[in-house]
């Protein structure tokens, strides 16, 4: 069992910096896939960003990269979402989510957080 909590969400003027973070508890927090999901209103959820535990590998779509970063302190249970240059377009609840495979889908992960909202004003 994995339970995730996502904190850090806010208000924030576009190009501004925020960092996300997501604590799990449970001690199988390093042997799944966590990835950051968001959904505005009226649009289906979609990914975010990505990290392999097995490969150190991290994903991005391609809306984000070269912004965001992606990372996680397996010693702390905690992955984090470093926003940077934040645009009006980012407005949206963003979950945390772990599962057993790398997926861009989030009907493939089996636990999530309760999301947390951010807003970018222009």
């Known amino acids: 069992q994995v339970q995730l909590v996502e904190s850090g969400g806010g208000l924030v003027q576009a190009g501004g910096s925020l960092t996300l973070s997501c604590a799990a508890s449970?001690?199988?927090?390093?042997?799944?896939?966590m990835g950051w999901f968001r959904q505005a209103p009226g649009k289906e959820r979609e990914f975010v960003a990505a990290?392999?535990?097995?490969?150190?590998?991290?994903y991005y779509a391609d809306s984000v990269k070269g912004r965001f970063t992606i990372s996680r302190d397996n010693a702390r249970n905690t992955v984090y979402l470093q926003m940077n240059n934040l645009k009006p377009e980012d407005t949206a609840v963003y979950y945390c989510?772990?599962?057993?495979?790398?997926?861009?889908?989030?009907?493939?992960?089996?636990?999530w957080g309760q999301g947390t909202q951010v807003t970018v004003s222009s």
């Open positions: 449970g001690r199988t927090f390093s042997t799944y896939n």
């Open positions: 990290i392999i535990w097995s490969a150190g590998s991290a």
């Open positions: 989510a772990a599962g057993r495979y790398y997926s861009t889908t989030p009907y493939d992960y089996d636990y």
